[in-house]
């Protein structure tokens, strides 16, 4: 896309282009803010260069351009890549790190601010019950128990849609503690797909967005596609949001309020600071992922979105204020709903979007 300015000469006019950046990813998915000016991203395209291939035993991926493709497994399992653009994660703890740090890649990137999109399918009942669609920024790239790992470094927010069919936001310092929340408060796992589990063979698109709303507050957002079947732009809805002020949600089990043997102690504290790597996890199972993409993205910048981002009824008809007026979606930067104006919602297996159970 160009946008051009026109520009008054003494004979006429010129057209003064700059490149305007799509409103669309690499695989025609919905954006909802701009790409930070400068920055580095990663997506899955390499996954489809017709080459198919295992990434086993901590091995990284030669065919990832970025060279960012980085295997934590707690087993060495690994995944492999159908060259058609699919991955499936195998072994009994896959870790899949896209890890701006590795130290033979020509670039380098930091995750903050960051709007993680990527689709998912469950491939059999089982597995942990906390597992499933399991996307995590903010981490440490030695973090969660991984080999050579610091489980001082596992400092992670993560976006759940679980296998036993809740989902929440997990919040950790240091591994393997973690504590959670959801659209009911700190310690709460809401259902999402009305009492049901996570649904097999389907694909579930996630866009996960998180980034410091001010100098001392973290803001989360999920949002699922259920209905689209993977199909651009795909089809957004909020499923809930979560602000971290360092207040009341703590980062170690059980909810505890100190952390020990690290160089930081505050298990309240927000995750402010840059991660190295984005991390797609599950536990003894074997789900696949296709059409992901990861952007450090500007906070100040959003694209004037069509979706369901608020207390509306319906999906895609903007979002309501506690008024009970509707504003349109592409002012979803002014209105921002708060976590406590955003409804529990449910989904039934087709993806629909039904009333809460009373």
């Known amino acids: 896309m160009r946008k051009c300015l026109g520009v008054l000469i003494v004979a006429g006019a010129i057209a003064v282009c700059a490149e305007a950046e799509e409103p669309t990813d690499v695989f025609g998915f919905q954006k909802f803010f701009k790409t930070k000016e400068g920055s580095y991203s990663w997506d899955s395209r390499h996954w489809a260069n017709g080459n ?11 065919q990832d351009p970025t060279q960012w493709t980085d295997d934590r497994s707690s087993d060495g399992g690994g ?6 653009g699919t991955m499936q994660m195998l072994g009994s703890g896959p870790r899949f790190h896209i890890n701006g740090q590795q130290s033979w890649a020509t670039n380098k990137q930091q995750f903050q601010n960051v709007e993680y ?30 080999t050579g790992g610091n489980d001082c470094d596992a400092h992670t927010y993560y976006a759940r849609f679980r296998n036993d069919g809740k989902w929440d936001f997990e919040k950790e310092w240091r591994h393997p503690g973690s504590y959670y929340r959801s659209g009911t408060g700190v310690g709460a796992q809401d259902p999402l797909w009305g009492g049901a589990v996570l ?30 079947d993977a199909t651009p732009p795909g089809n957004w809805e909020l499923v809930g949001v979560a602000e971290d002020a360092g207040q009341d949600w703590s980062g170690a089990s059980y909810g505890v309020a100190t952390i020990d043997g690290c ?21 003894n199972d074997h789900p696949y992922y296709k059409f992901v993409t990861v952007r450090e993205i500007d906070p100040t910048a959003p694209f004037e979105v069509e979706t369901d981002v608020g207390g509306s009824s319906s999906s895609n008809q903007g979002l309501s204020s506690s008024s009970g007026e509707t504003a349109p979606a592409a002012i979803r930067r002014t209105y921002r709903p708060s976590p406590e104006n955003v409804p ?9 979007r039904v009333p809460a159970k009373k």
């Open 263 to 283: 160089s930081y102690s505050d298990a309240k504290a927000a995750i402010l600071q840059a991660g190295d790597a984005i991390v797609m996890r599950s536990d």
């Open 52 to 62: 198919a291939r295992s990434l086993a035993n901590w091995a990284g991926d030669a």
């Open 79 to 84: 995944f492999y890549v159908d060259g058609q």
């Open 117 to 146: 999109t990527g689709y998912f399918k469950r491939d059999a009942l089982g597995g942990e019950n906390y597992g499933g669609m399991v996307v995590g920024v903010r981490s440490g790239a030695l973090g969660h128990g991984s």
């Open 344 to 352: 529990v919602r449910h989904f039934d297996l087709l993806g629909r």
């Open 199 to 228: 649904p097999v063979d389907k694909w579930i698109g996630m866009k996960y967005v998180v980034y410091n709303k001010d100098p001392s507050t973290v803001r989360l957002e999920v949002y699922i596609d259920s209905t689209s």
